[in-house]
């Protein structure tokens, strides 16, 4: 209808997007085969089986389980280039603009890939996508909270090049978050911060812990984004420095009724969010496993809360002013 037809012309940018949770059960089982990899006996054998599978995830763990086996038939560089193109075309065609994507190299590292295989992979489908479509797209590395930070750290050393060359543009840290806080990851964090001062830092907070992960965020990692943050609205103070300070929460509608942190999208606090100028934008994070991409996210948004064509434009340039592109990009997307 009329108001699909606007949501997908809005300069829409996404910020929070794990690359391995765009990979579709087709593409798993016809990467499987291709690379020889047998997957458990647990894991649902088909297509079918899969997708019911991911209409009954009981929380975030139960999720990640799944999540990590399904990224195990990632091998090759062309695997993770098929991969993050595939996901480039359909962010291209929701009228996407900019993507700034997660990885998590050691979900690939543990199993005996390289690296350079992840990023350079990567990297070139961000090339070609912005070729091929005119999208710009930036990497964020993620570390695995549930793996010692020292491992973070070796994880933050093996890619100093490409900290340095621009290819990874941020540090993000995501997997099950409460029993591991963001305090556990102060070093990594500081320094990436004091080696590489122009790499983004942002960490997912506020999906299943409460509000504290948020405040220990922005104060001991020095986040100036965080991902998800639905529990910001715990914390009066919290909410008030988030909009003082424009640091952006990049919200994910249909992960959180998909993982239980709400049974519908209408009990999100968007709406005090939007009232209290706090800045957020709205995102798919692992759209093979929830059920929609970046447009199907913003639908299920304008269906709940009804925002006017006005308050639309002012979430879009909430959503271009967080995002880590050039001033001169930002003024293009505007
Ligand atoms: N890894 C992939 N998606 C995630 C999410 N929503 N929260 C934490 N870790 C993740
Ligand atoms: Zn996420």
């Known amino acids: 209808d009329k108001f699909t037809e606007f949501l997908k012309e809005l300069p829409k940018c996404e910020h929070h997007l794990h690359l391995e949770g765009t990979l579709e059960p087709s593409l798993l089982f016809s990467l499987a085969k291709r690379n020889n990899i047998t997957l458990p006996s647990h894991f649902p054998p088909s297509v079918e089986a899969c997708n019911e ?39 291209a065609k929701d009228g996407c603009l900019h ?58 050393l093996s890619v100093s090049h490409h900290f340095e060359n621009g290819t990874i543009h941020g540090l993000g840290l995501d997997s099950s978050e409460k029993p591991f806080p963001p305090e556990l990851f102060v070093e990594c964090y500081a320094a990436v911060k004091s080696r590489h001062p122009e790499v983004g830092l942002t960490a997912h907070a506020g999906e299943e812990g409460d509000h504290t992960f948020v405040t220990n965020s922005l ?21 008030a420095r988030l909009a003082e300070n424009r640091t952006m ?57 009804g925002f006017t064509v006005a308050d639309w434009k002012k979430i879009a340039i909430n959503g271009i002013n967080g995002s880590w592109c050039s001033e001169s990009r930002k003024s293009q997307l505007l």
């Open 249 to 305: 929460l990049s919200m994910c509608p249909l992960s959180n009724v998909k993982l239980q942190v709400v049974s519908d999208v209408a009990e999100l606090p968007i709406r005090s969010f939007f009232e209290k100028d706090v800045p957020f934008s709205i995102n798919s994070d692992d759209p093979a496993y929830f059920g929609g991409y970046i447009l199907d996210n913003y639908l299920a948004v304008h269906t709940r809360f």
């Open 99 to 156: 993507s700034e994507v997660f990885f998590d190299p050691q979900g690939h590292v543990e199993r005996g890939i390289h690296v350079d295989t992840v990023v350079n992979g990567f990297n070139r489908a961000c090339k070609d996508a912005n070729e091929k479509f005119g999208t710009t797209n930036k990497l964020i590395m993620c570390l695995l909270r549930h793996l010692p930070s020292a491992a973070g750290l070796e994880t933050i």
């Open 219 to 239: 104060d001991l990692l020095k986040v100036t984004r965080i991902d998800h943050g639905v529990n910001s609205i715990q914390s009066e103070d919290l909410m």
């Open 53 to 91: 599978r991911y209409s009954n995830f009981a929380d975030l763990q139960d999720f990640l389980d799944h999540y990590y086996i399904g990224m195990s038939v990632l091998i090759t560089e062309e695997d993770f280039y098929e991969l993050a193109m595939e996901y480039f075309a359909k962010a």
